[in-house]
């Protein structure tokens, strides 16, 4: 669970809105002691493009793709590992600007019956949004928030948003990734590399940031499946170079506001 020193984050398009959340609203995220909270390893937001150029069968194949990995044994396996007590997740849907919902609420996941549980979850979910650009500063923006009050205490934070071209709406993802990064929250990206072969290099340039961020590529949305499932692996378990037991990443993320550089 983490809290805002201002109530919410809520980023336009329009230049006048985004100066005002610069200005007024720096935001410094922390972690806040509750009785209440659930400490996991992970709060982990995955983020699904349904904007217009995302086909039903392309909407069907993500989602699959999304419960699959979370049948996989080597998400098990990584969940099973995850320590304390699992991962805390949560399923955005997002497409243009204004155009995001939380089709999932925050779930607690840390064993075969519980990630079982949330892939059928994911399997049933309905499309609330059909049409719409690609607004995926917005998108960010949107799951930032969610971090606050969420009855979790992370040691880390993580949106993995995933999509199938550059953004095209809104706030772009560089003015809005600055923020999201100084408050200690990593954004890693999965691009679909189908429409546009580039999008992997955009989404590392343009998209992914804070620590240990990466981005995984899919060739098309058959192969979405296979990367999410790697891509899990990697944000729920930490690379063996850089594993860091609990009482140190606690200590990390307690301090990454004041640490992280700003990205540009």
């Known amino acids: 669970m983490m809290r805002f020193t201002c109530n919410h984050i809520s980023v336009f398009s329009s230049a006048l809105r985004l100066t005002a959340v610069f200005g007024f ?5 922390s972690p806040v002691s509750s009785a209440h909270a659930e400490e ?40 099973s590992a ?14 243009g600007a204004s155009m995001h919902t939380q089709a999932i609420p925050w779930t607690h996941i840390h064993n075969k019956q519980s990630a079982a549980e949330f892939a059928s979850e994911v399997e049933q979910a309905p499309r609330y949004m059909r049409w719409g650009a690609t607004a995926i500063g917005e998108a ?16 880390r934070h993580v949106i993995d948003v995933s999509g199938d071209g550059s953004s095209n709406q809104g706030v772009f993802p560089t003015e809005v990734r600055p923020i999201i990064v100084a408050a200690g929250v990593t954004i890693n990206g999965l691009a679909i590399l189908n429409d546009e072969p580039d999008l992997a290099q955009y989404y590392k340039k343009q998209v992914a940031g ?44 307690a301090a990454s506001a004041e640490n992280l550089p700003i990205q540009r």
């Open 140 to 155: 960010l923006s949107f799951s930032l928030g969610l971090f606050e009050d969420n009855s979790f205490e992370g040691v």
């Open 25 to 29: 609203c720096l935001v410094w995220l």
């Open 210 to 253: 804070g620590k240990r961020s990466f981005v995984e590529s899919a060739k098309n949305f058959a192969d979405f499946a296979g990367a999410i499932r790697r891509k899990l692996i990697r944000e729920i378990g930490s690379p063996p170079s850089v594993r860091l037991d609990t009482q140190t990443a606690q200590k990390t993320n």
């Open 40 to 79: 996991v390893a992970v709060e982990l937001i995955l983020a699904i493009d349904c904007s217009s150029s995302v086909e039903p069968h392309e909407y069907s194949l993500q989602m699959r793709g999304v419960a699959a990995a979370f049948r996989s044994p080597g998400v098990i396996q990584a969940l």
């Open 82 to 95: 995850a320590a304390p007590n699992g991962i805390a997740v949560t399923l955005v849907q997002w497409s």
